[in-house]
C-alpha cells in the first residue's frame, strides 16, 4: 500500500486564463453552436446559441453592476438558462456568486443570504411571496426568473434589457485569487459556513477535468443534478459551456430516460441513487425477459471472445437494445457524490457503457480523483488528478487513514470562519477530507467511509458502516438500508442496521408464489441477509440487531441520504429492533 500520490503536473491551458475570457473566445469561435436547450413550462424546449449567451451575460453583467459596485449575488431555482446566465454574469462583472440549494427552507436561504453578505437576489417565482415578505428592509435588491412578470418585483428578462443600454464599463481583467463563488453544504443552520472558491479554484478543476474527459465537438451534456451543487456546478455546467459543449437541461429524474433519447445526450453525470435506479430497472428488465438471463449471460460471453481479439466495441452493439433505451449516444457515464456499489459499475461496463467513478468535495471544487478510459478500476475513485497529491494521514495495519489533499483546486476557506478554516485547512495546504481510505500499490484511491461514521469495535479496530452496506444492500428486496454503532456498556459498539424493504418486489414475490407478506415474514427476510453476512465477516464486523422502516430516507436535492435525521428517527431502539 502508498501513503502519498501525485497526479503529476497542471499544465497552463491558454484558453481558459479566466472563466469569462473562456466564455468570450467559445462565443467568437463558435457563435452559431447551442449553448443551452431547455424545457418550457409545456415540456417544449427552446434553445441559445453561445452568441446570445454572451450578448445576455454582458448586459446582465452590466445591469449587475449599475446596482452594485460590489456585487454579491445569491441564486436560487431550477436548472435554467436564466440560472446560468446570472452566475457566469456574475463572474463577468467581477462579483461574487452564491448557489443556494432550492429546497431548503426559506429560513435557511436567509440566513446563508445574511451571512454571505448577498446584495441582491435572484429567484424563481415560488420564491416571490417568501423574498418580498422577508427580504424588503435588508437593502437587498431581488430578481425574479423564468417569469414575464414579476408582480412588482423586476424581472431577469427586465434587467437584461436595461443593461444592454447600460454604459456601465464591464471588467477586462479579474483577479483570479480573490473569492468568486461561496458555495454553502447542504442542511445548513445557525452560523452558515460557506466554502469560498476563487476563479483559480475552478478553473483548475475545469482545467483537471479537460484531461480526463476528452469532449468532442458533438457531444451533449444532460443536466439533471441540481447546479447549485459543486459537482454538476463544475462538472456538469462550467466545464461544458467553457469548452463549447451544448448543455440540454433534464426535466427532471422521472424524465431522465426520455430526456436522453430527445437530447441525444452523449455524457451524464448522476449521483449513485440515481445510476443504481437505471441499474435496477434495466437487470430488471432483463430479467422478466422471455429467455433474457439466457441472452444476456451469451451476451457477455461473445462480447468477452470478442475483446480477446480487439474488438472493444462489441459489447455496445450485442446490447444495442439497452443502449437504444437510453437514446443510444451514451458516450461516458460519471458518478460522483457518494460511494457507488462496484456491482452498478460492473454491471454498466458489461453492457457496454463507458462508466467512471471519481470523488471530490465541495471544498475541493469539488473532483480530487476520476477513473479514466485508459485507467480505470471497479471499486476505486481512480487515481489523482493532475495538480493534486493524496496523502493517507495515520494508516492503520490495512493502509486505510484520514485521506489528506493538497492542489489548486482546495478552496480558500469557510468564508468569514477561520476557526472552522484551520480545523480542515492546515498551513502548508493540506485539506483534511474526513473521509478513510487507501491507495493501492498503482495508484488508485479507494474510500473505505466517513471518519464521523467510523464505528470502534470492543477490540479497537476501525468498522466502516459504507463497506457493510455495500454488502448487505446489494439486494433486491432490499430498497436502502443504513448502519450505525449502537454503544453498550459490555460490547462496545455493536453495529446495527436499518433496512427499507423493497415492497414492490416483496409484494411481487408474494403474489407469484402465493405467500401472505406479513411482518414477520420481512424480519424472517432480513434475518437471512444480515445471517449471511455476518458467517462470512470477522466477529468485529458482525451485525447484531436490525430495524425495519417502512419510508424511504430523506435524501438531500443531490440524493444524498440524511443520516442524522435517519439515526435520530431510529432512535437505536431495541424494543423495535430485531436480534440477528
Known amino acids: 500500500m502508498k501513503?502519498?500520490?501525485?497526479?503529476?503536473?497542471?499544465?497552463?491551458?491558454?484558453?481558459?486564463?479566466?472563466?469569462?475570457?473562456?466564455?468570450?473566445?467559445?462565443?467568437?469561435?463558435?457563435?452559431?453552436?447551442?449553448?443551452?436547450?431547455?424545457?418550457?413550462?409545456?415540456?417544449?424546449?427552446?434553445?441559445?446559441?453561445?452568441?446570445?449567451?454572451?450578448?445576455?451575460?454582458?448586459?446582465l453583467a452590466r445591469a449587475i453592476l449599475e446596482k452594485s459596485d460590489k456585487p454579491v449575488v445569491g441564486v436560487t431555482g431550477n436548472n435554467s438558462i436564466a440560472w446560468a446566465i446570472t452566475y457566469l454574469a456574475t463572474l463577468r462583472a467581477g462579483g461574487i456568486v452564491v448557489p443556494i440549494d432550492r429546497e431548503l427552507p426559506i429560513q435557511e436561504m436567509l440566513t446563508i443570504i445574511h451571512y454571505s453578505g448577498t446584495n441582491i437576489m435572484f429567484f424563481d417565482e415560488r420564491y416571490v411571496e417568501d423574498f418580498s415578505d422577508k427580504l424588503p428592509g435588508r437593502d437587498i435588491k431581488m430578481v425574479v426568473m423564468n417569469t414575464a412578470h414579476g408582480n412588482g418585483i423586476q424581472t431577469h428578462s427586465?434587467?437584461?434589457?436595461?443593461?444592454?443600454?447600460?454604459?456601465?464599463?464591464?471588467?477586462?481583467?479579474?483577479?483570479?485569487?480573490?473569492?468568486?463563488?461561496?458555495?454553502?453544504?447542504?442542511?445548513?443552520?445557525?452560523?452558515?459556513?460557506?466554502?469560498t472558491l476563487s476563479q483559480n479554484n475552478l478553473l483548475s478543476n475545469i482545467k483537471q477535468m479537460s484531461l480526463v474527459l476528452d469532449v468532442e465537438e458533438d457531444d451533449v451534456f444532460l443536466s439533471i443534478l441540481p447546479v447549485h451543487h459543486t459537482f454538476e456546478c463544475t462538472c456538469g455546467f462550467l466545464f461544458p459551456v467553457t469548452h463549447g459543449v451544448t448543455i440540454y437541461i433534464s426535466r427532471g429524474i422521472r424524465s431522465v430516460a426520455e430526456d436522453m433519447i430527445n437530447s441525444k445526450a452523449t455524457i451524464l453525470l448522476a449521483v449513485p441513487l440515481l445510476w443504481e435506479a437505471m441499474?435496477?430497472?434495466?437487470?430488471?428488465?432483463?430479467?422478466?425477459?422471455?429467455?433474457?438471463?439466457?441472452?444476456?449471460?451469451?451476451?457477455?460471453?461473445?462480447?468477452?471472445?470478442?475483446?480477446?481479439?480487439?474488438?472493444?466495441?462489441?459489447?455496445?452493439?450485442?446490447?444495442?437494445?439497452?443502449?437504444?433505451?437510453?437514446?443510444?449516444?451514451?458516450?461516458?457515464?460519471?458518478?460522483?457524490?457518494?460511494?457507488?456499489?462496484?456491482?452498478?459499475?460492473?454491471?454498466?461496463?458489461?453492457?457496454?457503457?463507458?462508466?467512471?467513478?471519481?470523488?471530490?468535495?465541495?471544498?475541493?471544487?469539488?473532483?480530487?480523483?476520476?477513473?479514466?478510459?485508459?485507467?480505470?478500476?471497479?471499486?476505486?475513485?481512480?487515481?489523482?488528478?493532475?495538480?493534486?497529491?493524496?496523502?493517507?494521514?495515520?494508516?492503520?495495519?490495512?493502509?486505510?487513514g484520514e485521506i489528506l489533499a493538497k492542489g489548486p483546486n482546495i478552496m480558500m476557506g469557510y468564508y468569514n470562519n477561520p476557526v472552522a478554516t484551520a480545523e480542515v485547512l492546515s498551513d502548508d495546504g493540506w485539506f483534511s477530507t474526513g473521509d478513510y481510505g487507501h491507495i493501492d500499490d498503482d495508484g488508485f484511491i479507494f474510500i473505505t467511509g466517513r471518519k464521523?461514521?467510523?464505528?470502534?469495535?470492543?477490540?479497537?479496530?476501525?468498522?466502516?458502516?459504507?463497506?457493510?452496506?455495500?454488502?448487505?444492500?446489494?439486494?433486491?428486496?432490499?430498497?436502502?438500508?443504513?448502519?450505525?454503532?449502537?454503544?453498550?456498556?459490555?460490547?462496545?459498539e455493536e453495529i446495527w442496521v436499518i433496512f427499507v424493504p423493497n415492497m414492490e418486489k416483496f409484494i411481487e414475490h408474494a403474489e407469484e408464489n402465493g405467500l401472505t407478506l406479513t411482518t414477520d415474514y420481512l424480519a424472517e427476510y432480513m434475518r437471512k441477509v444480515v445471517r449471511k453476512f455476518n458467517a462470512s465477516h470477522p466477529i468485529y464486523k458482525r451485525i447484531a440487531r436490525f430495524i425495519i422502516r417502512e419510508d424511504e430516507f430523506p435524501k438531500t436535492t443531490t440524493r444524498k441520504v440524511r443520516r442524522k435525521e435517519v439515526l435520530r428517527e431510529a432512535g437505536l431502539e431495541e424494543d423495535i429492533s430485531y436480534l440477528v
Open 452 to 492: 464521523k461514521n467510523v464505528i470502534v469495535a470492543k477490540n479497537g479496530k476501525n468498522v466502516y458502516p459504507e463497506e457493510i452496506e455495500m454488502v448487505v444492500g446489494n439486494d433486491m428486496f432490499i430498497l436502502e438500508c443504513m448502519v450505525a454503532g449502537k454503544l453498550t456498556e459490555t460490547k462496545g
Open 3 to 59: 501513503t502519498e500520490i501525485s497526479g503529476g503536473v497542471l499544465h497552463d491551458v491558454p484558453e481558459l486564463a479566466s472563466i469569462p475570457e473562456a466564455l468570450i473566445g467559445v462565443a467568437e469561435r463558435l457563435p452559431d453552436r447551442i449553448a443551452f436547450s431547455e424545457p418550457d413550462r409545456n415540456g417544449n424546449y427552446h434553445s441559445m446559441t453561445f452568441l446570445d449567451l454572451r450578448k445576455k451575460i454582458d448586459a
Open 279 to 400: 441499474y435496477r430497472k434495466i437487470f430488471g428488465a432483463i430479467q422478466s425477459m422471455k429467455g433474457g438471463p439466457f441472452k444476456y449471460r451469451l451476451g457477455l460471453t461473445i462480447s468477452a471472445v470478442g475483446e480477446v481479439f480487439g474488438r472493444k466495441s462489441l459489447r455496445k452493439k450485442i446490447f444495442s437494445q439497452v443502449h437504444d433505451k437510453l437514446g443510444g449516444h451514451m458516450r461516458l457515464c460519471v458518478s460522483g457524490g457518494a460511494g457507488i456499489a462496484p456491482e452498478v459499475v460492473d454491471g454498466f461496463a458489461k453492457l457496454g457503457f463507458n462508466f467512471l467513478q471519481g470523488y471530490g468535495l465541495t471544498e475541493t471544487s469539488p473532483i480530487l480523483t476520476v477513473n479514466t478510459l485508459e485507467a480505470n478500476r471497479v471499486g476505486s475513485v481512480g487515481p489523482a488528478v493532475a495538480g493534486v497529491t493524496i496523502k493517507i494521514d495515520n494508516p492503520d495495519i490495512e493502509g486505510n
Open 158 to 195: 427586465d434587467l437584461i434589457r436595461a443593461g444592454s443600454g447600460s454604459a456601465a464599463v464591464l471588467p477586462e481583467t479579474w483577479d483570479l485569487n480573490a473569492p468568486a463563488a461561496i458555495c454553502y453544504t447542504s442542511g445548513t443552520t445557525g452560523q452558515a459556513k460557506g466554502v
